[in-house]
């Protein structure tokens, strides 16, 4: 089965706190994508990160970053010093060949509350 | 990337009606996709179109209740008909980028059915 399990329904930090994001994952895939959205409360949703199977590589995008385990095929996500503008709800996503392909599955998303 | 219009970008409809949701691409698209984000809940897929033939609909999703159009590699169209206050949503249409399994989404149409 596929799945993408997102533990956190809502997350409240002070502004500069870091903050992780926590996506488990399910796959029969050997090759498969996990991806991160933002959606703020405009209702827009705005690709993060793309990631494959085969790379493991942990990423660094300014405050962002990403954790990539396979062995605990765990895809988190961690904002440093987080800012008000953070404020949103992150989605996990996972797609495959057992997808249909390009079909993505969504987990449930994190709302994150950034006070000032 | 890819730059995706919608319209209406929302929309107040009463029970009983039906809606079409109008989806642009800015460059030509091989797979486009519509889903549904009912309030406070993640995406579900409701079709993937493909031009030229039939969409494919995701299993509790029928034609009847959600035809799709795809005339063209740069436009598709929902159309949410017989509508009730269920059928209250964003309906995000999306497009497959340039890289593999990558996609982009339209802003969304807010729809309230009363």
């Known amino acids: 089965a596929q799945k993408v399990t997102q533990a956190q329904t809502e997350i409240s930090v002070v502004e500069k706190e870091d903050v992780t994001l926590d996506c488990v994952y399910e796959?029969?895939?050997?090759?498969?994508?996990l991806f991160w959205y933002k959606q703020p409360p405009s209702g827009e949703l705005v690709f993060l990160i793309r990631r494959n199977s085969f790379d493991e590589q942990n990423e660094i995008s300014g405050r962002y970053s990403w954790n990539f385990q396979k062995s605990t095929s765990s895809f988190n996500f961690t904002i440093t010093a987080s800012q008000v503008v953070d404020s949103a709800v992150y989605f996990c996503a996972l797609s495959g060949l057992n997808t249909g392909g390009f079909k993505t599955i969504f987990g449930a998303g994190t709302r994150l509350f950034v006070k000032a | 990337s890819a730059v995706i219009s919608q319209k209406p970008s929302r929309d107040i409809c009463q029970r009983g009606t039906s809606l079409t949701i109008q989806c642009q691409v800015d460059s030509q698209v091989t797979m486009m996709f519509w889903y549904r984000q009912q309030p406070g809940q993640s995406l579900t897929l409701i079709a993937t179109?493909?031009?030229?033939?039939?969409?494919?609909?995701e299993s509790g999703f029928v034609i009847d209740k959600f035809p799709i159009s795809r005339p063209n590699l740069t436009f598709s169209t929902l159309t949410v008909s017989n509508m009730s206050p269920e059928d209250s949503s964003i309906y995000l249409c999306?497009?497959?980028?340039?890289?593999?399994?990558?996609?982009?989404f339209g802003p969304g149409t807010r729809l309230t059915v009363t």
């Open positions: 179109a493909n031009q030229g033939s039939e969409a494919t609909y």
């Open positions: 999306s497009v497959s980028g340039t890289g593999p399994y990558e996609q982009y």
């Open positions: 796959t029969r895939d050997t090759t498969y994508y």
